[in-house]
């Protein structure tokens, strides 16, 4: 059974392709879900994928990844910069943890600047445009293969 990689969106990501396409492109969640799918498959893992405008089902998904998952690649989306219960979820995950952003968060306003997430994050994207998730699975899956490799 191959190991699992959570990818998890946070709000406002379901509009994806239809909400300024100017900032962050024209694909949809669906294309980005296909993408790391077809990735996934290539590198030898599986992916559960999650969306969600509730903070609490983020929350209850990266509770469920401490038990079936070796990584998360998360895009917390607002909930970047506000939710300290994502940070303390995170931080009760003992795997790999990528933050991806779409736009470069540092070229907009300056609240967009601060995460909490970064605080457990073992690497961010940002700017990449919807690149950026598959540069974290790819990340994701390197550290891991690091991780195993150091403990042999």
């Known amino acids: 059974m191959p190991d699992t990689i959570f990818v998890l ?3 406002n990501l379901n509009l994806l392709g ?7 492109g024209h694909e949809t969640l669906n294309d980005v879900e296909a993408d790391c799918r077809n990735l996934a498959g290539e590198l030898g893992y599986d992916i559960r994928f999650h969306q969600s405008n509730a903070e609490h089902e983020i929350i209850n998904w990266i509770h469920e990844a401490r038990e079936k998952a070796v990584g998360i690649v998360i895009n917390p989306a607002a909930f970047t910069h506000t939710s300290v219960a994502i940070l303390d979820a995170l931080n009760a995950f003992e795997g790999v943890v990528v933050e ?3 736009s470069n968060v540092h070229k907009r306003e300056s609240f967009r ?8 994050a ?8 919807t690149l950026g998730y598959q540069l974290g699975l790819r990340s994701v899956v390197e550290k891991v293969a690091a991780a195993k490799a150091a403990k042999v």
């Open 9 to 11: 969106n946070g709000p």
């Open 18 to 24: 239809k909400r300024q396409p100017h900032i962050y």
């Open 100 to 102: 991806v952003h779409i």
């Open 113 to 120: 600047h601060h995460s909490y997430v970064s605080l457990r």
């Open 122 to 129: 073992d690497g961010v994207i940002a700017g990449c445009g």
